[in-house]
């Protein structure tokens, strides 16, 4: 889901992926290159996103990550889990309340 928010903003790289979610959770949240790209190849089968490639350098080519159509949906999807699952356990985490 943070992957797919991050592409919902704008066209990213591998490494520019990790090292956003890593500044924007001051360092709780790391991402590691091992765990990323299966991510992004699974988004990538589904159609959910696509890459392209951009010279960094003399010899050097970036591949970047593009948010598709099928990967908005996929995202809003998650986004409306999301807020299910939470709402449903801040609800039992408030009625807990009168255990304390």
């Known amino acids: 889901m943070l992957v797919l928010h991050l592409l919902s903003k704008e066209d990213m790289y591998g490494y520019q992926i990790t090292h956003t979610l890593e500044?924007?959770?001051d360092g709780g949240?790391?991402?590691l290159e091992g765990t990323l790209y299966p991510i992004l190849y699974k988004l990538e089968d589904s159609g959910c996103i696509t890459s392209y490639g951009?010279?960094?350098g003399a010899r050097r080519v970036r591949k970047y990550?593009?948010?598709e159509e099928p990967g908005i949906r996929r995202y809003k999807e998650m986004?409306?889990?999301y807020k299910f699952i939470t709402d449903c356990i801040f609800g039992?985490?408030?009625e807990d309340k009168s255990h304390e």
């Open 23 to 25: 500044e924007m959770t």
């Open 29 to 31: 949240y790391t991402l």
């Open 54 to 56: 951009v010279k960094s």
């Open 65 to 67: 990550y593009h948010l």
């Open 79 to 81: 986004l409306k889990d």
């Open 92 to 94: 039992v985490l408030s």
